[in-house]
């Protein structure tokens, strides 16, 4: 299974983008997903995450301004960005987690360049 992560590009301050992320093929068991960065130099860190049951956690940087969604059915999360900030900038991969397994599938990130 490969996870696809699309969406990502140029924007300038302010504006908006929507990341999506899709598996190959139907994954049994999904349980929570998320979405992460890493900006050049720094860790990679948690963006958002969405429980089975739609709970979601945000990072506090992006809190009202970013929201994830998920469609179960097509195997697919979604990341809406908005009023983007240059600090937004990184490269962003989404984490898909088996429920019971802990097994953890990554998509190979999709590039999100903010100018000022």
């Known amino acids: 299974v490969q996870l696809q992560a699309s969406g990502g590009g140029l924007v300038q301050a302010g504006g908006s983008l929507r990341l999506s992320c899709t598996a190959s093929?139907?994954?049994?068991?999904?349980?929570?997903l998320g979405w992460y960065r890493q900006a050049p130099g720094k860790q990679r860190e948690l963006v958002a995450s969405i429980t089975a049951g739609g709970s979601t956690i945000y990072n506090d940087s992006v809190k009202d301004r970013f929201t994830i969604s998920r469609n179960s059915a097509k195997n697919t999360l979604y990341l809406q960005m908005d009023s983007l900030k240059p600090e937004d900038t990184a490269v962003y991969y989404c984490k898909f987690t088996v429920a019971g397994s802990g097994y953890i599938y990554w998509g190979k990130g999709t590039l999100v360049t903010v100018s000022s």
């Open positions: 093929r139907h994954i049994g068991g999904i349980g929570a």
